[in-house]
């Protein structure tokens, strides 16, 4: 393509995948530091990390989510730039792997997803998923908004943050 001032140039797939995790990031963070979402969310979600991938086609998201309301709340999606397709998986009481949302936390309550206990499954990652990166989460309450999250990536074999595996 040209125009006036002369030739410009194509953009990638990966330069377009990078635009649109910005986009998103700027918009989540927005939401994230309280603009959109209620001003005195009971939700907390911490001890968030990804295990390195054992296959370069997914990978497993863990964190633990804490209601400290006096009603229960629901996890109803979770996105990430970082992959193609992510859901929440193997819930406790649910059959076979399949997408277990939303998932209903009491008031009170804490539900840790974490090996044999649920995950959220990054399907068809954008680039590898590698130690030491950073994989933002953007998860999204009934009734406490959206909430942005970034887990560090670990290595198969290295304790999680909370030290639980």
Do not use: K
């Not at 194509?10 to 635009?19: G, P």
């Not at 964190?63 to 979770?78: E, Y």
């Not at 990430?80 to 792997?97: F, I, K, N, R, T």
């Not at 590898?128 to 074999?157: C, K, M, N, Y």
Request: charged content about 20%; glycine content about 12%.
């Amino acid at each position: 393509m040209t125009d006036e001032r002369g030739p410009r140039p194509r953009r990638t797939a990966l330069a377009r995948v990078l635009v649109a995790s910005v986009a998103v990031l700027l918009v989540a963070g927005t939401v994230a530091l309280g603009r959109d979402a209620p001003a005195a969310s009971a939700i907390t979600v911490y001890d968030a990390y990804v295990r390195e991938p054992a296959t370069e086609d997914v990978a497993a998201a863990y964190f633990a989510i804490r209601n400290d309301g006096n009603a229960p709340d629901r996890l109803l999606s979770v996105d990430s730039g970082a992959a193609g397709s992510v859901g929440v998986h193997d819930l406790p009481g649910a059959a076979g792997h399949e997408t277990s949302e939303p998932l209903t936390i009491g008031p009170g309550q804490t539900v840790r997803l974490g090996p044999g206990d649920g995950h959220v499954m990054l399907e068809s990652p954008v680039s590898p998923i590698l130690p030491g990166q950073q994989v933002t989460l953007l998860l999204r309450f009934e009734d406490a908004g959206q909430l942005l999250v970034s887990a560090p990536v670990i290595a198969i074999g290295a304790e999680p943050p909370g030290g639980r595996q």
